[in-house]
């Protein structure tokens, strides 16, 4: 089984900067990984406040499906999100889908850690995919912590105020859980 890592939380928070310099650090310890990027990005349904059922069941589904592949292929899987992030927003535009909550819920169970990315004041960057609507984004950033708490989930919360720190904080929860690199080289005794 995969070592997989998750980092949740809303949309232009650093999630995604946050996966690929973890990537980078782990890669230059020689760990094999691989990353699973945000699927919402290439969802052909349209998203943000005004998504539909079609539009978050085929991310929530295709992000499982992503994530399959990714652990039966490398031993560590960094994922710019979770299920969990994808049903909130679900939950926000449909309400509570009873067909999809054991699927989330037992999928929730597959990560090893999770990473809660808080919301930083200020602006959103517009990047032609997510909305730039402040209020939005932090109504979907309380509606992920209600859920993690409501489902007794255990997360690295990263401070807010301490930015600079955060790959390392991530750097420092993740390495201690991956092992050795490789087994000792034995000694040469013929010299």
Known sequence: MAFKVAFIGSHGVGKTTLVY?????LKARDHALEVVVEV?????LQLNEETSLAAQSWILHT???DEVIAEERYPIVLCDRSVLDNYVYLMLAKGTQAHLERL???WMTTYSLLVHV??????????GVRSTDTAFQATVATRLLQELEQRELDF????SNDRSSWIDQVEDAVLP???PLQLALPEDDSR
């Open 104 to 106: 989330v819920e037992h």
């Open 177 to 179: 859980r991956l092992g």
């Open 118 to 127: 808080p919301v930083a004041p200020g602006p959103l960057t517009a990047d």
């Open 40 to 44: 919402a990005r290439r969802c052909p």
């Open 21 to 25: 310099g973890l990537a980078a650090r």
């Open 63 to 65: 992000q499982i499906g």
């Open 156 to 159: 690295i919360d990263l401070d």
